[in-house]
């Protein structure tokens, strides 16, 4: 279990994280998202151990990150974007010196570093030197190294980056299955990746919390975008759909076809029908398009700007 309370980190008199909280269940997986420089990487190292905070706390399984940093690095498994591997060393002597380092036993570090081999799909490697994997074969190794201990809490920076469509897959499995025994936090700039393996999403942006529900919540919504095709357009259409009471956006898409952000609300969708109808409009379809995680992302972020100073 993951607990963040009012975290903050100052880098000079730029706020990296500006009082995030959040909470991450055990047997979770939240998608952390947010555009670049946006804050995850450094909240994910100031959980992890790598960076102190300015203020606030965190704490991991019980555990306060800066009162028992040791314990805390014990329980987690940090998987980090740029992933630190020694290219000189075999794979499993490399993760054989991850496990000696993490304090696991001589008498289990074989079988330790084998079954996490065997998880992340690089066995067959073993012997290989790190130096002349691939990239995704290097990403399954830092993976493997982040399982070493079966810590309780993953920490996951882009773990699919770099890996060919079958290992995405993979992968994407493997951490659904992980859930079922360990708590994740994972950051991804892949939107459907999280739509796909995550409960919840948190979505930051310039250091603070503009989002955070179930997935479920996000993408059902109170708002829809309906999908409109007329038969015989003119100038006067978009200030007409623009005139009606509840719709947010409209976007011409050209061909008679326009976009209309509003509400998802049936009593709402006749009434857009009858008035396209009545201004002398063909009404060929009209359909309710599903918001998806990019139109969240996207709304939750730009909304951001120009609220802070």
Same mark, same amino acid.
């Given at each position: ?10 880098y000079g008199p730029i706020a990296a994280v500006d009082?995030?909280?959040?909470? &991450? ?5 939240? /998608? ?6 946006? /804050? %995850? ?6 959980? *992890? ?13 019980? +555990? ?20 630190? @591997?020694? #290219? ?5 002597? +490399?993760?054989?010196? &991850? ?20 998880? $992340? ?11 002349? @994997?691939? %990239? ?42 992980? !859930?079922?025994?360990?708590? &994740? ?9 999280? *739509?796909?393996? $995550? ?19 996000? &993408?059902?919504?109170? %708002? ?33 076809? +326009? ?11 006749? #009434? ?6 009545? !201004? #002398?409009?063909?009404?060929? *379809? ?10 969240? +992302? ?12």
């Open positions: 279990m993951i607990e963040v309370k009012g975290l903050t980190k100052y009082d995030v909280s959040f909470r &991450v269940e055990s047997g979770e997986i939240l /998608g952390f998202l947010g555009p670049n420089a946006a /804050g %995850k990487t450094t909240t994910m190292r100031i959980l *992890t151990g790598f960076s102190p905070p300015t203020s606030g706390t965190a704490m991991i399984e019980g +555990f306060d990150i800066a009162r028992n940093p040791i314990e805390v690095k014990r329980r987690v498994g940090y998987l980090p974007e740029n992933v630190p @591997l020694y #290219g000189e060393m075999l794979v499993s002597s +490399f993760l054989r010196y &991850v496990a000696e380092v993490k304090g696991i036993a001589r008498s289990s570090r074989t079988r330790e570093v084998n079954l996490a081999m065997e998880r $992340c799909g690089v066995a067959h490697m073993a012997t290989r030197l790190i130096a002349n @994997l691939s %990239k995704g074969y290097r990403q399954r190794v830092g993976l493997a190294q982040a399982l070493l201990g079966n810590p309780p809490v993953l920490i996951l920076d882009e773990p699919t980056v770099g890996l060919d469509p079958q290992q995405i897959i993979e992968i994407r499995q493997m951490i659904k299955d992980l !859930a079922k025994e360990h708590t &994740v936090l994972l950051s991804t700039h892949i939107l459907p990746e999280v *739509t796909m393996i $995550c409960q919840r999403v948190l979505i930051i942006n310039r250091g603070r919390i503009v989002a955070q529900d179930s997935m479920e919540n996000l &993408v059902g919504g109170p %708002k829809a975008t309906y999908e409109i095709e007329l038969g015989a357009p003119d100038g006067r259409v978009l200030p007409l759909l623009q005139s009606i009471d509840g719709v947010e956006k409209v976007s011409d898409e050209g061909g008679g076809r +326009f976009m209309v952000q509003g509400p998802s609300d049936g009593a709402w969708r006749e #009434g857009l029908s009858r008035a396209v109808v009545e !201004a #002398g409009y063909g009404l060929r *379809t009209l359909r309710e398009r599903g918001r998806t995680l990019e139109d969240i +992302f996207v709304a939750a972020v730009t909304s951001d700007v120009g609220e802070r100073p």
